[in-house]
């Protein structure tokens, strides 16, 4: 899977120091997965979950921080919508 955004998640772990070993994590699974599908995803990652919109959420570090992610399955393109804490997830509309 390539994995674009890579950017937002330095900037978001400059801030939120925490998070940054389980984010990094993240990068190194998405990074090395192919997934044909959303079932091949959850075996990687089993809380995420699709939006009405089509946005895959992301847990991350415990459920202390929210990754938001459109991914082309097809192409293998992950990129990067957003990454925020717990709490600026519930105030989030998705």
């Known amino acids: 899977m390539r994995v674009l ?3 937002m998640i330095a900037r978001f772990a400059k801030k939120h120091s925490a998070s940054r070993k389980p984010l990094l994590r993240f990068l190194e699974i998405a990074g ?3 997934w044909p599908h959303f079932p091949a995803l959850k075996r ?3 809380a995420a979950d699709y939006t009405s919109n089509g946005t895959i959420i ?3 570090g415990a459920n ?3 990754l938001a992610a459109t991914v082309n399955f097809e192409k293998q393109i992950l990129l990067i919508d957003r990454v925020l804490t717990h709490e600026e997830y519930t105030r989030e509309d998705f």
């Open 44 to 46: 990687s990652f089993a």
């Open 64 to 66: 202390k921080y929210r």
């Open 32 to 34: 090395a997965a192919d």
């Open 5 to 7: 955004g890579e950017a």
């Open 58 to 60: 992301f847990n991350i």
